[in-house]
């Protein structure tokens, strides 16, 4: 998934240098880098067996409150600043619930790395298993 953010956040990057919006432009880039930084360090759980990976856990609140945030702005008249290419309300609904369903799926992932931190993941019970009967 924060693969999948990644490439989301380099479309917005894209997306505003088009039209020239600075500040999304600026903040695209930040949280597109903060998002590869992510998924290194998920790459890197191939040669290192700890459970925790602390920056993609913040990265996924960070991305939760980047989507938030202009799902508010979007009502207000600030929007037309941030997001010029938001002409009518077909755009702003689509906008809306593609961040929506950003957030949704930040928080799955969340979700998904306190069960496997906790030991409630539901493959915990198989490698369990299968490292019994391999001794």
């Not at 990644?6 to 505003?16: A, H, Q, T």
């Not at 067996?49 to 913040?58: A, E, H, N, V, W």
């Not at 979007?74 to 809306?96: E, R, S, W």
């Amino acid at each position: 998934m924060v693969t999948i953010f990644l490439f989301c956040n380099l479309m917005w990057f894209i997306i505003s240098a088009y039209y020239g919006s600075r500040f999304d432009i600026f903040a695209a880039l930040i949280i597109g880098i903060y998002s590869a930084v992510a998924s290194f360090e998920q790459l890197s759980k191939m040669h290192n067996r700890k459970r925790d990976i602390p920056i993609t856990r913040i990265y996924l609140y960070v991305q939760m409150a980047v989507n938030a945030l202009p799902v508010i702005v979007l009502f207000t008249p600030l929007k037309k600043m941030i997001f010029p290419f938001v002409i009518n309300n077909d755009i702003l609904y689509f906008m809306v619930a593609f961040l929506l369903i950003g957030i949704v799926l930040a928080a799955l992932c969340e979700f998904r790395i306190y069960q496997i931190l906790n030991d409630k993941d539901r493959y915990y019970r198989v490698i369990e298993v299968f490292k019994k009967h391999q001794q």
